[in-house]
């Protein structure tokens, strides 16, 4: 056929189960054996072979992109040509009914083992991917197959067949990892096809009655895929980042020193949870978006409220100190010798401690659970700490904000944290105060903490923020968000590391703690 076509003797076609392809300069054409797709393969081949036969004239750097482009005008004219066989029946009718001698290319990406043959190819492209190969090299498979094309790539087995490789490379994997990995890899090579299917809608949008696909259109599309697929796939595994961060800040894993084993769970917890802030997808933040000035991004500034501590409080966290004395059975202190002689040392229990609560939206703790955490952990000092990012509503002193159309102006300094005294030296507040529902000020709360009495218990889930406040270019108005990244999470799990702090996740924990402690 493709020797009738193009008038030319000197074609050879093969049959075989590689992908099938037209080169036009050697003269053969491979065809799958898919089944009832001959029809659609013959065709393309004599499409490609009579009105494709060469690639345009163009800038060296952009010839290989220009072929790209070339086998997606073929796709176009056998649409054009396949639509016009059905004389005027409805467009239903040519994209579901395989009774069409010449179907859709969509309808055809469906035949027999398309679906089977596009999950290989993932496998491969994925592998290719992880090794670091082109992007262009990539594309030129998506392009050159229609069943990759215009098949069903978008399957949930799919993203299974790249977690299962991973899962088997490793004797003990970390399956939230290996999800997120398979999640990356999975993104990342289908961004790659959707790059091709933008050029192919590009070439969709070719006049109906026009002959060819313009050469100001393919060059122009050409030249956009160079800008889009220049390159190979630089594949940071989440998990990767993971281990490398972990190591960077911590060494190992985060561990928290705990000598009657209650807090194996929050060791486990703050581990997940620091995975999890580290695997967020960063791409989305407002910080990153080309069209947003952005101001400032960190913590929220922080307020020390101290309310009046109205009734009595039993002490009960009891905090440990040494006392020196020139008598005792064991000298310890050698070195107070040539001073004071009180070499001998001893314990003593004293009145101290403190405990910071996080009562931020993700806590989900009432003021009743608040009450119960003051009464179960008091200690010489309780606090708790909260922030928001909508400003202090309730704040009408503040003459350095003025007011705009009945609002207060808004400025980084507006959005802001208040750590509130509950209690302190046997007596508390009585009422919990009112507070905002957010995070934003968690390291400045943290901050606090570390200088105050040992022992030094911080409640809180780790859902740390800070804020974001910026402004898109096209707009006066100013806004702000809460920032979830992972370096703000990884900076309050150094300083609770530095600052001897003991994390308890939820009150449940915190009762085990008490009661063994």
Not at 131 to 147: D, F, H, M, W
Not at 220 to 229: F, G, H, Q, T, V
Not at 501 to 507: E, K
Request: proline letters at 4%.
């Amino acid at each position: 056929m493709l020797s009738l076509a193009t008038k030319d003797r000197e074609w050879q076609a093969t049959t075989n189960d590689d992908t099938p392809f037209v080169d036009v300069a050697n003269k053969h054409a491979n065809f799958s054996k898919l089944g009832r797709n001959y029809n659609v393969e013959y065709a393309l081949s004599v499409i490609e072979a009579k009105h494709y036969p060469e690639i345009l004239d163009c800038d060296e750097d952009l010839y290989i992109y220009v072929d790209l482009v070339r086998k997606l005008c073929v796709y176009w004219y056998y649409e054009k040509k396949a639509r016009e066989k059905l004389n005027g029946s409805v467009w239903d009718k040519y994209v579901y009914h395989a009774e069409q001698k010449y179907p859709s290319l969509a309808y055809s990406g469906t035949y027999d083992k398309a679906d089977e043959f596009a999950s290989k190819w993932w496998i491969e492209a994925f592998k290719h991917a992880r090794n670091g190969g082109s992007k262009y090299e990539l594309a030129r498979q998506i392009v050159t197959n229609p069943y990759l094309l215009f098949g069903n790539v978008y399957k949930h087995t799919i993203k299974q067949n790249i977690k299962a490789i991973l899962m088997a490379e490793t004797m003990f994997p970390d399956e939230m990892l290996v999800n997120k990995d398979a999640d990356y890899s999975y993104s990342k090579i289908l961004k790659v096809h959707r790059v091709v299917w933008s050029a192919w809608h590009d070439i969709k949008r070719t006049r109906k009655d026009a002959s060819i696909v313009p050469k100001k259109r393919i060059i122009e599309i050409a030249k956009r895929l160079r800008d889009e697929l220049q390159g190979d796939f630089e594949l940071v595994m989440p998990s990767i980042r993971v281990k490398k961060l972990v190591s960077e800040t911590f060494g190992d894993d985060i561990d928290i020193q705990d000598d009657y084993g209650v807090l194996n769970k929050s060791t486990e917890y703050l581990n997940n949870r620091m995975k999890q802030q580290i695997l967020n997808n960063d791409e989305d933040r407002i910080v990153n978006h080309e069209d947003v000035n952005v101001v400032y991004s960190g913590w929220g500034k922080m307020k020390i409220q101290k309310p009046p501590l109205k009734q009595s409080l039993p002490i009960k966290v009891i905090g440990r100190s040494r006392t020196f004395s020139d008598a005792g059975v064991n000298p310890r202190s050698m070195n107070r010798w040539a001073t004071d002689k009180k070499i001998f040392t001893r314990r003593v229990k004293q009145r101290g401690g403190t405990v910071l609560i996080d009562v931020s939206g993700s806590m989900s703790l009432t003021n009743f659970d608040i009450e119960q955490l003051v009464r179960l952990l008091p200690a010489s000092t309780i606090a708790m700490y909260s922030g928001t990012c909508h400003g202090y509503d309730w704040d009408t002193s503040r003459p350095e904000h003025p007011k705009h159309d009945g609002y207060y102006m808004l400025t980084p300094d507006n959005y802001s944290g208040e750590l509130h005294i509950l209690a302190e030296k046997g007596r508390w507040v009585g009422d919990i105060p009112v507070h905002a529902g957010e995070n934003i000020v968690d390291v400045p709360a943290i901050d606090w903490l570390s200088k105050q009495a040992h022992p030094r218990i911080l409640v809180s889930d780790l859902q740390v923020s800070g804020i974001d406040f910026y402004r898109y270019k096209d707009e006066d108005v100013y806004r702000v968000t809460s920032n979830f990244g992972a370096e703000f999470n990884v900076e309050a799990l150094k300083k609770i590391k530095q600052g001897g702090i003991i994390p308890i996740m939820d009150i449940s924990t915190a009762i085990e703690w008490v009661e063994k402690s």
